[in-house]
């Protein structure tokens, strides 16, 4: 459900990375099993490398709620407590902080 709701929202497709974030997801055999079955039910589309959702696979997921935008998502993905965080959450912090400048190969 994740996956289309995503997906939904993001109508000109997102890449696989990017749906992975948007759907708090982390890259994996099983997520890429889960997009091929998504795929088989005619639910999702895969074009110039950006995934879709189909009428039938918004037909399926319904209703969604609106992701956050903003500072609201950047919290929903990172968290408040920086004791909490995981590597991916840290890593996202570090990318959030600096944006929109880039990080050299030197500064990781």
Same mark, same amino acid.
């Given at each position: 459900? =994740?996956?289309? !709701? +995503?997906?939904?929202?993001?109508? @000109?497709? %997102?890449? /696989?990375?990017?749906?992975?974030?948007? =759907?708090?997801? !982390? +890259?994996?055999?099983?997520?890429? @099993?889960? %997009?091929? /079955?998504?795929?088989?039910?005619?639910?999702?589309?895969?074009?110039?490398?950006?995934?879709?959702?189909?009428?039938?696979?918004?037909d399926a997921?319904?209703?969604?709620?609106?992701?956050p935008v903003?500072?609201?998502?950047?919290?929903?993905?990172?968290?408040?407590?920086?004791?909490?965080?995981?590597?991916?959450?840290?890593?996202?912090?570090?990318?959030?902080?600096?944006?929109?400048?880039?990080?050299?190969?030197?500064?990781?």
């Amino acid at each position: 459900r =994740a996956f289309l !709701a +995503a997906l939904k929202q993001h109508p @000109k497709g %997102l890449s /696989r990375v990017q749906l992975h974030i948007l =759907a708090k997801y !982390a +890259a994996s055999g099983k997520t890429g @099993k889960e %997009l091929a /079955r998504l795929a088989r039910l005619g639910w999702v589309d895969t074009r110039e490398g950006k995934l879709f959702i189909t009428r039938e696979g918004s037909d399926a997921v319904g209703e969604v709620k609106s992701l956050p935008v903003g500072e609201e998502r950047r919290k929903e993905l990172i968290g408040d407590d920086e004791a909490d965080r995981n590597m991916q959450q840290k890593f996202l912090k570090v990318l959030f902080d600096v944006y929109p400048a880039r990080i050299s190969r030197r500064e990781r």
